[in-house]
């Protein structure tokens, strides 16, 4: 079955700056690449997703990459803000989606 | 549009008590349901899966059991709950079982005791 791993598990960056987060996949036959964003008690939220006909998607300060050859794709945060502060997942999906582990992103003001 | 609705939000039980937890969604027919657990400051485990009412998949053994018994209906169930059920449950839903984002609950959060 698919495996997802996610790195960093924390990541702490000074408000402004840019935050990755990385995710690598073991099945080559996933092709949907979801990013959630939880906040602290709260419910995982969708923040963006690609498709793996398309190698790069941008919304506003978020940008996902995805590189199916090395399977590996990334979520890019530009400009942060402590409001980005919380947990990101990444997930790939088949036919089934697995999640990565989780990054803890701290945005210090 | 679509909601979906988890209760309680909150739940503290004792060692061997039963469970009963109810997930339901609006605006959509025939979704794919899920429930996950999350440990505190872990990922999210995938405990069962529904592709239509009555159908059933389970991801690891456990003492917990779901049900389906309507289609926008999905229950998480423990006939007797251990220290270890302790976590933050979350109901999902989606359109297709892949390939789709799937929606979250506002999840429980139950503690044993």
């Known amino acids: 079955g698919e495996n997802v791993e996610q790195h960093p598990s924390t990541l702490s960056v000074q408000e402004g700056d840019s935050a990755v987060i990385k995710c690598t996949y073991s099945d080559s036959a996933s092709n949907y690449f979801p990013w959630y964003k939880q906040e602290l008690g709260k419910r995982p939220q969708l923040i963006i997703d690609?498709?793996?006909?398309?190698g790069e998607k941008k919304d506003q300060r978020i940008a996902v990459t995805l590189n199916k050859t090395a399977k590996h794709f990334s979520l890019h945060i530009t400009e942060t803000q402590p409001e980005d502060s919380a947990v990101y997942f990444c997930?790939?999906?088949?036919?089934?989606?697995?999640f990565g582990a989780g990054t803890r992103l701290t945005v210090k003001p | 549009s679509q909601t979906i609705h988890q209760w309680p939000a909150t739940l503290v039980q004792p060692v061997g008590s039963p469970l009963s937890l109810e997930c339901t969604v609006e605006?959509?027919?025939?979704?794919?349901l899920y429930w996950y657990r999350q440990a505190a400051g872990r990922g999210l485990q995938l405990l069962f899966y529904s592709v239509g009412i009555g159908q059933i998949s389970s991801e690891v053994p456990q003492n917990l059991s779901a049900s389906r018994p309507q289609d926008r209906q999905f229950i998480l169930s423990s006939k007797k709950l251990l220290l270890s059920d302790s976590g933050f449950y979350l109901c999902?839903?989606?359109?297709?079982?892949?390939?789709?984002?799937?929606?979250f609950g506002d999840g429980t959060r139950l503690s044993i005791l």
């Open positions: 690609i498709r793996s006909n398309v």
């Open positions: 999902a839903w989606s359109v297709m079982k892949g390939n789709q984002p799937q929606h």
């Open positions: 605006g959509t027919s025939n979704p794919n």
């Open positions: 997930a790939a999906s088949d036919n089934d989606m697995r």
